[in-house]
């Protein structure tokens, strides 16, 4: 416990809402907050941590942005509009919680205990919001917020560039069994009671407490390169489902979408291509992903291959399938766009698989962008799931497979 010296306030009756700051302006990441990882916008994955924590009432999104606004509405949060001079980048994160709190409170609202979520942080753990809010509705602390355990040796570099130990004795290195711990904020979320942030004006007051997360949930996303590697983690961690104190655990899930579209070659193939003396093509498919698509259009739900070839191998492949498709297809994208919106169908209830660059605009609009095992680097990282089939190796049929085990009531 980190103690303030400033008077408690204990935390009201009313309700504990989780706010989220996510303005549209970024420095370092365009558009930060709506970049996908795992193939889910960070606003959006800030929501579902959120939401998925028994402790919160309400999740509001504080917002300038119209594209984050119906991101976050779609995720079930309520949105409040930020004014234009709390959006800038100098305008402080407790600048947004505080006009949120007040817009809350015009409209009839009661507030307890906020959760102060921050978007950038792609894996928030719902269970580490929980233990917040019961920090501060227990009244064991005025203010809680996210760390993990650090045993590291720290450094600065003094005014001529010299490196100067501050943690710890440069002569004596004792082992790591021998060192007190440090806490490293993850800046993922903070908790505190309403009246008493008010009073203070910033999020550390009072009585401070840590909750501690696993050091490998604490990514937060800053420039390019953590992009990179939060995308990389989220093949694990969201295909996973759970997580436990040393990490992902392997529990692969259903698929929830109203309807499946491919891309064909590298999906449906092998991504090979047999040329005989005439000139032909022939390729190579697995027969169990027929069997699959057989049973996805028993189930009535809707399939559909979106390819930028025009061999007629494509067609006869598809009227085989009994399949529609779109081939000599350039722009997937707006094609996919077409598609859904012709069979009213959302881009949100839409898994896409594809395996290569030219399906990044098709992935980048639907629910579920789906990479097969030997996709490339920047479709994988794309993907909410990476598949363990390659294409023309039942990956279809594994796709499928997820799709018909969801439990999803219709």
């Excluded at 980048?89 to 006009?99: G, I, P, Q, Y």
């Amino acid at each position: 416990m980190i103690n303030q010296n400033i008077g408690t306030v204990t935390a009201g009756e009313g309700i504990t809402v989780a706010i989220i700051p996510a303005r549209g302006g970024s420095q370092q990441v365009p558009r930060k907050n709506l970049s996908r990882i795992g193939g889910i916008p960070l606003v959006e994955r800030a929501v579902r941590s959120a939401a998925g924590a028994d402790g919160v009432d309400l999740v509001v999104v504080s917002t300038d942005d119209d594209e984050i606004a119906d991101v976050s509405t779609a995720a079930g949060a309520r949105v409040i509009r930020r004014p234009a001079e709390l959006s800038g980048n100098t305008a402080s994160s407790e600048s947004a919680v505080l006009h949120a709190l007040d817009e809350l409170e015009r409209g009839g609202e009661s507030v307890g205990v906020v959760v102060f979520v921050q978007a950038t942080s792609p894996f928030i753990s719902s269970a580490g919001i929980d233990a917040a809010v019961d920090d501060i509705r227990s009244d064991r602390y005025d203010s809680v917020f996210a760390a993990h355990e650090t045993y590291g040796f720290l450094w600065r570099c003094d005014e001529n560039d010299a490196a100067v130990a501050i943690n710890h004795d440069a002569a004596h290195r004792p082992r790591r069994q021998d060192r007190e711990p440090h806490y490293l904020e993850t800046g993922a979320f903070y908790a505190f009671n309403a009246e008493g942030f008010r009073q203070a004006g910033h999020r550390f007051f009072g009585r401070v407490g840590i909750v501690e997360v696993p050091e490998w949930s604490a990514v937060e996303i800053d420039d390019a390169q953590h992009l990179a590697v939060a995308s990389a983690l989220a093949n694990l961690v969201d295909e996973a489902g759970t997580v436990d104190e040393s990490g992902p655990v392997d529990e692969s899930g259903g698929i929830d979408v109203r309807a499946v579209v491919t891309d064909f070659d590298g999906v449906h193939t092998d991504d090979t291509v047999l040329v005989d003396s005439d000139g032909r093509e022939q390729v190579r498919v697995s027969r169990e992903d027929g069997m699959g698509v057989a049973r996805l259009r028993h189930a009535g739900i809707p399939m559909l291959i979106l390819s930028t070839e025009v061999n007629p191998v494509v067609r006869a492949r598809a009227d085989k399938l009994r399949v529609p498709v779109l081939h000599g297809i350039e722009d997937k994208e707006s094609a996919l766009a077409e598609w859904a919106a012709e069979n009213q169908i959302g881009l949100s209830d839409i898994a896409y698989l594809g395996n290569d660059v030219n399906d990044l605009g098709a992935m980048r609009i639907v629910g579920w962008p789906v990479a097969v095992a030997n996709a490339h680097p920047l479709v994988r990282a794309q993907a909410r799931v990476v598949l363990s089939r390659s294409g023309g190796q039942g990956a279809v049929r594994e796709l499928i497979e997820r799709v018909l085990t969801a439990d999803r009531p219709r």
